[in-house]
Nanobody, 119 residues
């Protein structure tokens, strides 16, 4: 069994920063992709950023403000969020595509962490 546990959410004023972290644990053979989604009230879940061993991707609205990073050996992924805006308010979910054993790849999700940007 694999678990993803997020931390680092909270309340911050516009223009402030937060750092989200996510740690994967359990039966992990390898991790190919890790990333973050978010879901604001009344909206669909959207992809924020992803990272592989060779590439990072961001949605346009966070480019230049958010930075995704990972520690492959520790199976962790972080999201540094700077210059936060009220429209960044959402529940942020960690996701990972994990090879549990050769030939078995699953996508896992964390439980979500609330980020609120408000004065």
């Amino acid at each position: 069994q694999v678990q993803l546990v997020e931390s680092g959410g909270g309340l911050v004023q516009p223009g402030g920063s937060l750092r989200l972290s996510c740690a994967a644990s359990g039966s992990i053979y390898s991790t190919t992709l890790m990333g973050w989604y978010r879901q604001a009230p009344g909206k669909q879940r959207e992809l924020v950023a992803t990272i592989t061993s060779t590439n990072t991707n961001y949605i346009d609205s966070v480019k230049g403000r958010f930075t995704i990073s990972r520690d492959t050996a520790k199976n962790t992924v972080n999201l540094q969020m700077n210059s936060l805006k009220p429209e960044d308010t959402a529940v942020y979910y960690c996701t990972a595509r994990i090879t549990v054993r050769v030939g078995l790849v699953n996508t896992y999700w964390g439980q979500g962490t609330q980020v609120t940007v408000s004065s």
